[in-house]
């Protein structure tokens, strides 16, 4: 059974073109090792930090598919969000599809066209390790669509929502479970005029580190690229950057906050 409250961040990782390559990028950036779980699981490749699952890494099966980060909420009942996805307005991708007694995995993309995962735990029930250096600490949905999405999210997870700023000139949600208002799990963020206008919709996972800056550097040494920061907030430190194949994360240093709050 998983560890996971229904809804809740509980698996990442990273689909690129070349699995070599990821290997190397966060293997230096992150510290992690890895495993590759074989053929029969198309050499899916799952990361480690001090010796606990952090994320995985694998090969795109098709180069149509974009080059990225995605994300997975845990389930008890794939079979159910598959169906609930479709009547709240999204799209289920493929899956759900059972991966021999590891779990069950389904594919799907909200109404504002972000794309994540969900996750049906059987013998790997997720993160091992989490909100430390070199592991995901938290991710935020970025669209345009909010209202569709808004609803889209309460109904597939029964999320409960907590407006962050004015609602207009920044537009923010914290996500918390039905099962536990008290834990916020994510965020949705509005795209707007301070967003370049063709960038997509997406979840932004990120990733904690020790020193932001020690970060960024190694990020540009390993030829991936800074697309914003580092800057200074009040939930850390920050960055967005991408691997040296293009997917984008975050990497946030938690102990440096300017500021007061702490949504993260």
């Given at each position: 059974m998983s560890a996971f409250t229904e809804g809740t961040p509980c698996w990442a990782d990273a689909a690129l073109p070349d699995l070599a390559a990821g290997r190397r990028f966060y293997g230096e950036l992150f510290g992690w090792t890895f495993e590759d779980q074989g053929e029969d699981f198309a050499h899916y490749t799952i990361a480690f930090r001090d010796g606990k699952s952090a994320a995985a890494l694998m090969t795109k099966p098709d180069?149509?598919?974009?080059?990225?980060?995605?994300?997975?909420?845990?389930?008890?009942?794939?079979?159910?969000?598959?169906?609930?996805?479709g009547a709240a307005g999204g799209q289920v991708v493929f899956g759900p599809d059972k991966a021999g007694d590891v779990g069950v995995m389904l594919g799907a993309v909200d109404p504002g066209?972000?794309?994540?995962?969900?996750w049906q735990a059987g013998d790997h029930a997720g993160f091992e390790i989490s909100d430390?250096?070199?592991?995901?600490?938290?991710?935020?949905?970025?669209?345009?669509?909010?209202?569709?999405?808004?609803?889209?999210y309460e109904t597939v997870f029964g999320y409960r929502a907590e407006q962050i700023g004015d609602g207009q000139h920044f537009d923010y949600?914290?996500?918390?479970?039905?099962?536990?208002?008290?834990?916020?799990?994510?965020?949705?963020?509005?795209?707007?005029?301070?967003?370049?206008?063709?960038?997509?919709?997406?979840?932004?996972?990120?990733?904690?580190?020790?020193?932001?800056?020690?970060?960024?550097?190694?990020?540009?040494?390993?030829?991936?690229?800074?697309a914003d920061g580092p800057t200074d907030s009040p939930?850390?430190?920050?960055?967005?950057?991408?691997?040296d194949q293009g997917a984008v994360f975050t990497v946030i240093d938690r102990t440096r906050r300017e500021g007061a709050g702490d949504g993260s």
């Open positions: 180069p149509a598919i974009p080059t990225a980060w995605t994300v997975y909420f845990a389930s008890t009942d794939a079979t159910g969000a598959a169906a609930r996805i066209g972000s794309a994540f995962g969900v430390q250096p070199g592991s995901f600490c938290w991710t935020e949905n970025h669209t345009r669509e909010t209202a569709a999405v808004d609803r889209f949600k914290v996500w918390s479970p039905a099962a536990d208002p008290e834990l916020q799990i994510g965020g949705r963020m509005k795209l707007g005029a301070g967003q370049p206008g063709d960038q997509p919709a997406a979840f932004r996972i990120y990733f904690a580190v020790d020193d932001c800056d020690a970060a960024v550097a190694t990020v540009r040494e390993l030829g991936g690229r800074v939930f850390g430190r920050l960055a967005t950057v991408a691997d």
